[in-house]
T-cell receptor
């Protein structure tokens, strides 16, 4: 069983829809990261959170530490949101202050 | 803004060649990482370094080595390239200390023929 599980693997939405991507993890973490990867490869960090909720523009990330679950929400989705979204758990032990363990990513396609 | 620069976006090499992938960051970060990304497998850690001349194996170090002679530069070396090392390679850096976001380069798509 993977230590970080994301769902769904693929998601197609119409412009304007509310989108939710889920992430469950089974390891002890110091933080949970949400990353965005556009076609072409570059990865951008969207959020790092260890409790509660964070918001940036139309993006909202939440985490429930007790349930070991995090969600990424996109409100009023737009075709430019089309990308792969990756959840990563930062371990609370080990070298380098905790390496990241990545989910396999959710490929989001938003149609106009 | 943090800049992590990988030397090549695309690279084609032949089996048996020694391949060098270079990564440079401009924010004085202590931690640097090399990942490979494959369809269906996600990102996997090859090696990381938390200081000059220090290196630690990640999850899949076999067939790779690294070098960190200067703080800003972290090199990944494929000693004798094989076709199963065809992949997207991503470098990242982060500061030392409490949890911090990692900053990624644009990636190098490496093909071994």
């Amino acid at each position: 069983k993977n230590e970080v599980e994301q769902s769904p693997q693929n998601l197609t939405a119409q412009e304007g829809e509310f989108i939710t991507i889920n992430c469950s993890y089974s390891v002890g973490i110091s933080a949970l990261h949400w990353l965005q990867q556009h076609p072409g490869g570059g990865i951008v960090s969207l959020f790092m959170l260890s409790s509660g909720k964070k918001k940036h523009g139309r993006l909202i990330a939440t985490i429930n530490i007790q349930e070991k679950h995090s969600s990424l929400h996109i409100t009023a989705s737009h075709p430019r949101d089309s990308a792969v979204y990756i959840c990563a758990a930062q371990l609370n032990y080990g070298g380098s202050q905790g390496n990241l363990i990545f989910g396999k990513g959710t490929k989001l396609s938003v149609k106009p | 803004d943090v800049k992590v620069t990988q030397s090549s976006r695309y690279l084609v090499k032949r089996t048996g060649e020694k391949v060098f992938l270079e990564c440079v960051q401009d924010m004085d970060h202590e931690n640097m990482f090399w990942y490979r990304q494959d369809p269906g497998l996600g990102l996997r850690l090859i090696y990381f370094s938390y200081d000059v001349k220090m290196k630690e194996k990640g999850d899949i170090p076999e067939g790779y080595s690294v070098s960190r002679e200067k703080k800003e530069r972290f090199s990944l070396i494929l000693e004798s390239a094989s076709t199963n090392q065809t992949s997207m390679y991503l470098c990242a850096s982060s500061p030392l200390g409490k949890p911090q976001p990692q900053h990624f380069g644009d990636g190098t798509r490496l093909s071994i023929l």
